[in-house]
């Protein structure tokens, strides 16, 4: 699917507006989504969109153009909150390793997106949700690291690819506590990587059985989240609370 054209409507319909009739008015939130690069297209899968929707926000899929600084800063202004997708490996450089056998490599064009409406995101106080790939890249953003392939790196780890079943614990002293309001949810896992070092500012909030890190999130008052599994392939109450909680960040008044 075929992303560019859209995005660039809208922007041009949304210029027209602020022209003639001054800023833009809605009762729900512009969610910013970042998207991958493959075959010549910008795409990303399409739950992701459904799910904020669903949740009651507008989603916006942001093409990986991070040679355009001027459109990436401008986007950024426009949207109300940034949700991070799921996604392969990122480079290891941006954590000081050398790739490991096992690495999927995504796009660096994706990965220096991301870095980029990230840090404007921050900068803006924005609300963030990262999601599997999206919660690593956030945890590397701050500064942290990751394991490049849980079963080379961490001995009797559980099974966490290919939608293995296993229970998260959640710190009862976290954002992600009062958001679902369980101290363990049972969750399918699609990754071979992990956090390792936790970024600055960030704090593990949730962890499986064999002390994966399973969800992160900020230190201060920001609405800075990430988890590692897939709540947008989900239909119960617990994702149903994650997005509500998210969309409801970015639709408060600040």
Known sequence: MHFSCVYLSLVKAENLYYTHLGPMKSHKPIIGITTDIKNGNFEIEEKYSHAIANAGGIP??????????????????????????GSRDMDPKYYNQVPHPKLRPMSLERTEM?????????????????????????????????????????????????????????????????????????????????????????????????????????????????IQWHPELEDGEISSRIFKSFIDECNSEK
């Open 60 to 85: 916006l899929l942001i093409p990986s153009m991070p040679q355009n600084t001027s459109l990436i800063k401008e986007t950024v202004e426009r949207i109300d909150g940034l949700l991070l997708p």
């Open 114 to 226: 991301e870095f980029s409406v990230l840090e404007h995101s921050v900068d803006r106080e924005l609300p963030v949700f990262g999601i599997c790939g999206g919660m690593q890249l956030m945890n590397v953003f701050f500064g942290g690291s990751l394991y490049q392939d849980i079963d080379s790196f961490i001995l009797d780890a559980l099974a966490h690819e290919k939608g293995a079943l296993h229970d998260v614990g959640i710190d009862k002293d976290s954002k992600l506590f009062e958001i679902i309001e369980k101290d363990q949810v049972t969750v399918k896992s699609y990754h071979h990587q992990a956090v390792h070092e936790i970024g600055n500012g960030l704090k593990s909030c949730a962890r499986s059985g064999d002390n994966i890190v399973e969800g992160i999130e900020s230190t201060n008052k920001n609405y800075v989240l990430g």
